[in-house]
């Protein structure tokens, strides 16, 4: 784990210990050693209280309060909302308030406003994930500290957001009590447009939800609010796989809400079919939902395995062909595009495609076809098609994410280009945004319909 002598020191309050390490192994060494995580003596010192050694680093030459101020490195695993920590925010996360009151004195109030580099969240933003009450109360009572839990991080995420999707239930009532409910009622801005509850729905923080539901100026009015994309919080747990929430949020907010509609008309089983199949059975074995609302198109008539071709999401389509039958997984949209067609990008889905419908060759378009066998053996050229001809040229390579969102554990998405072509028509995701956090969550938002429909390959005919 790369903690090394140094760290010990910090983390045993020793700073003759620490004075002996930098004599024997070197100021630069001992000032700049990182564990695999990228925590230096500073980051170890905050994170387990050792306040005499905070002191030391301010003090000794050797170290000096760049120390303090160093974030963690830009490659270091690290919450994508609240971002690269220096000491001040490992304190607050950790509930050190004797370490704030330390480095108050020694750094003063503007070091405690230090944001993240990334992410620009600060001390309050840690202290809400990491559901420390008494931090943001000890914000509040300072008179040149009292706004930081207020402020939001660069994508509009308040502290109080943070805490809803962490469970954080004592730091949310702290926010209630001390800022007011109309303050807590705040969404994020622009398109995102996330409540509280959305943020504990994502994150399948169910206690959240139920603090929110029993608390006077929140309540029922905060869950069924719908985000800036028109989600409800049953399409923000369907999007993350939290099967348990979504239990909770139909026996609470009733089957006719779980059921209402987005702005591009999608249901709760179009966000689902982003990659959760546990979220898909779940409706099709319920008996107010079944197999008829996991058949339900969006406005442009796409279909759940429209989104799952969309994210290259080859078992939740393995899947809708064993619950929903094969003309299903195939049936086009009201532009004609199939859910083949909409996972162009993907080879996966194209073998999918490929393997199992041999015999239907016939019926579909010889290019394409050939297009998806070329993909599914892996060759290194690729099928362009353009006004019914074909053109060939060297298939870009994949881009790779990690495997899961380390924000709120659903799995991302597979291997895809940054950019990847879809067919005018097709579904397509929007703009980064965090799912809920960071969420890594795609827009449920389809392009305009351009172009003209002789120039698509219709894969039916």
């Known amino acids: 784990d790369g903690v090394t002598a140094v760290h010990l020191a910090a983390m045993g309050d020793l700073p ?35 306040e005499k050694v905070l002191e030391f680093l301010v003090r000794d030459p050797n170290f000096g309060p760049a120390v303090l101020r160093a974030p963690l490195p830009a490659e270091c ?14 304190a607050a996360y950790n509930g050190r308030i004797e370490c704030a009151d330390t480095l108050l004195r020694l750094m003063g109030p503007e070091y405690m406003h230090t944001m993240t580099p990334d992410t620009r969240a600060n001390m309050a933003h840690f202290a809400a994930t990491g559901d420390q009450p008494e931090i943001i109360t000890w914000l509040l009572r300072h008179p040149q500290l009292r706004e ?57 923080a169910t206690e959240s939800l139920e603090y929110i539901s029993a608390t006077k100026g929140l309540g029922r009015d ?51 079919a982003l990659g959760n199949v546990s979220v898909l059975q779940f409706f099709a074995g319920h008996p107010e939902f079944g197999e008829a609302f996991l058949r339900q198109r969006d406005g442009s008539g796409n279909t759940i395995a429209h989104m799952a071709a ?32 909409t996972g162009a990008a993907y080879p996966a889905v194209q073998a999918f495609f490929a393997r199992g419908h ?41 881009g790779h994410q990690g495997d899961g969102c380390g924000t709120c554990g659903r799995a991302r998405p597979q291997p895809a280009p940054s950019q990847p072509p879809t067919a005018s028509g097709a579904p397509s995701r929007g703009g980064g945004v965090p799912c809920g956090a960071g969420i890594d969550a795609p827009a449920l938002h389809v392009k305009p319909l351009t172009g003209s429909p002789s120039r698509w390959v219709d894969e039916l005919d």
């Not at 695993?77 to 920590?85: F, H, L, Q």
């Not at 393995?318 to 009201?334: H, K, M, Q």
């Open 310 to 341: 969309m994210e290259g999401h080859t078992k939740v389509l393995s899947y809708i062909e064993s619950t929903l039958g094969a003309d299903f997984v195939r049936s086009p949209n009201n532009a004609r595009v199939t859910p083949q067609r």
């Open 148 to 204: 930081l839990p207020t402020q939001s991080n660069h994508f509009g995420i308040f502290p109080f957001h943070l805490a809803a999707k962490a469970g954080s239930v004592n730091t949310l009532r702290v926010c209630v009590e001390e800022l007011g409910a109309d303050v807590v009622r705040m969404r994020t801005p622009g398109q995102l447009g996330m409540n509280v509850a959305h943020f504990a729905a994502c994150n399948g």
């Open 77 to 90: 695993d690290r919450d994508p909302e609240t971002g690269r920590a220096a000491a001040c925010h490992m």
């Open 222 to 272: 905060v869950l069924v609010a719908k985000d800036g994309q028109g989600m409800t919080i049953a399409a923000s747990a369907a999007l993350n796989g939290r099967v348990p929430t979504l239990q909770w949020i139909v026996r609470t907010l009733g089957v006719p809400f779980v059921k209402s509609l987005d702005m591009e008309g999608r249901t709760a089983a179009h966000a689902a």
């Open 358 to 398: 041999a015999a239907s060759a016939a019926t579909v378009d010889p290019i394409q076809f050939f297009q998806a066998l070329l993909r599914a053996s892996g060759a290194d050229s690729t099928v362009t098609v353009l006004d019914g001809s074909a053109h060939y040229g060297k298939r870009d390579a994949p």
């Open 16 to 50: 003759a210990a620490l004075a002996k390490l930098a004599e024997m192994g070197g100021a630069a060494w001992a000032r700049t050693v990182a564990d695999v995580q990228g925590c230096g003596v500073a980051h170890f010192a905050a994170s387990f209280g050792a």
